[in-house]
Nanobody
């Protein structure tokens, strides 16, 4: 069982930055692929970014590529999402996720554990 707790969300103006953190309880944190997803009101949860066990391999949704950066600190059992040049359309609840699969890494079904989410609101 893995518990994930996100933090760092808030209200920011367009063009601003936020850094989300996700603390994991797993003693084998480094064995999990970590991902960030988001869900806007009335929309399905969508993939944002993912990192492999070391953080050396990362992937991003086209909508955030070049603006967001995922990283992880395995010594601290924490994964981060640095969000720059934020846009109003980035407004959503952001979720951290952990999984051991090497497939479906861009899909909700590819992850086994989820945090409770943190709200990010970008004003225009």
């Amino acid at each position: 069982q893995v518990q994930l707790v996100e933090s760092g969300g808030g209200l920011v103006q367009a063009g601003g930055s936020l850094r989300l953190s996700c603390a994991a309880s797993a003693r084998t944190f480094s064995s999990y692929r970590m991902g960030w997803f988001r869900q806007a009101p009335g929309k399905e949860r969508e993939f944002v970014a993912t990192a492999n066990w070391s953080g050396g391999s990362t992937d991003y949704a086209d909508s955030v590529k070049g603006r967001f950066t995922i990283s992880r600190d395995n010594a601290e059992n924490t994964v981060y999402l640095q969000m720059n040049s934020l846009k109003p359309e980035d407004t959503a609840v952001y979720y951290c996720a952990a999984g051991r699969l090497r497939v479906r890494v861009f899909e909700v079904s590819g992850y086994d554990y989820w945090g409770q989410g943190t709200q990010v609101t970008v004003s225009s």
